[in-house]
């Protein structure tokens, strides 16, 4: 196995960090780029890592802006637009290494977001994407009338931190939570009202479009997840087009699937999905 660390510079500047992890050998079957979610790092990926690389397949993984070891405020944005770009931007380049590699997309929560959002402009780059627990709507504790307090608060104060994470809703792993605790890499505060209010404008659109997303899909989704709504996922599968989609559900685990308990089930769930869309993209 081979680990590599790199920085480009997004759009607006800044410098984003990214890591890969290559298999030993030849080529790699397939290509897939984790896009992590809200508050964390490409780093705590290392469940997924494991399970890939003896596949032979090449995980590659960013710091969106704002997060882990990439500059910018921390969990600020100004618009959701600038991680999708900052996404566009890595794809082309991981494209211009493997040209000859099918490229998947795995993306965690605000992640799974990013990643369905990029899919409604440039899912012609992708042969398919996996969303762990996507956060298409907002935890089921969010009033509406919370929601709209949040859009007036962004509007006069979009750096405040407003919106706190139930931080035991991640796992039911108390070791996780421990972990996710002492991870100088992670924002476990609260999040700004500006991405606040960027991801539920993101989460509208996702509403309105998500019938243009036509590729292979595979959803999974823990019933008991806290921090964002397990509804999503249904009206997802439903109201994309894609004929090739799949929805796993999971009883009683929580958000971050591939650190719960039952992360070896989960697992064998992505690896079988990947590995058979892998044998497609080659046809």
């Known amino acids: 196995m081979t680990h590599q660390e790199a ?3 997004s759009l607006s500047g800044k410098q984003i960090y990214t890591q890969s992890w290559q298999p030993e050998g030849n080529r790699p079957h397939a290509i897939v780029i984790v896009v992590h979610g809200l508050g964390e790092h ?11 690389l003896p596949l032979n397949i090449a995980v590659y993984g960013l710091d969106h802006l704002g997060h ?11 618009s959701f637009d600038e991680y999708i770009d900052t996404l566009d931007n890595y794809v082309d380049q991981v494209k211009e290494t493997r040209p000859d590699c099918p490229l998947f997309l795995i993306g965690h929560s605000m992640g799974g977001l990013i990643t369905s959002t990029y899919l409604l402009q440039h899912q012609n780059k992708v042969n398919g994407a996996v969303l762990s627990a996507p956060a298409i709507q907002p935890p089921a504790q969010i ?5 709209k307090l949040g859009k007036y608060i962004a509007a006069i104060a979009p750096a405040l931190p407003a919106v706190a ?5 991640i796992s039911r792993d108390p070791s996780v939570i421990e972990r996710y605790l002492q991870d100088p890499l992670v924002h476990s505060g609260n ?22 997303i036509n590729l292979p899909l595979l959803i999974l989704q823990g019933t008991e997840d806290r921090l964002v709504n397990p509804r999503g996922a249904n009206f997802l599968v439903n109201a994309v087009s894609s004929t090739d989609k799949t929805l796993k559900q999971y009883d009683d685990l929580y958000h971050e699937l591939f650190n719960e308990p039952e992360k070896e089930h989960v697992l064998k769930d992505l690896s079988e999905w990947l590995a058979l869309h892998i044998v497609g993209s080659a046809l």
């Open 191 to 212: 999040v700004t009202a500006g991405l606040s209010r960027q991801i539920q404008l993101a989460m509208d659109n996702m509403a309105q479009n998500a019938h243009l």
């Open 143 to 147: 009033s509406p009338l919370l929601i």
């Open 165 to 169: 994470l139930d931080i035991k809703g």
């Open 7 to 9: 920085f480009f510079t």
């Open 42 to 52: 490409s780093g705590r990926y290392q469940n997924l890592v494991q399970t890939l």
């Open 68 to 78: 882990g070891q990439s500059e910018g405020k921390r969990v600020f944005i100004d």
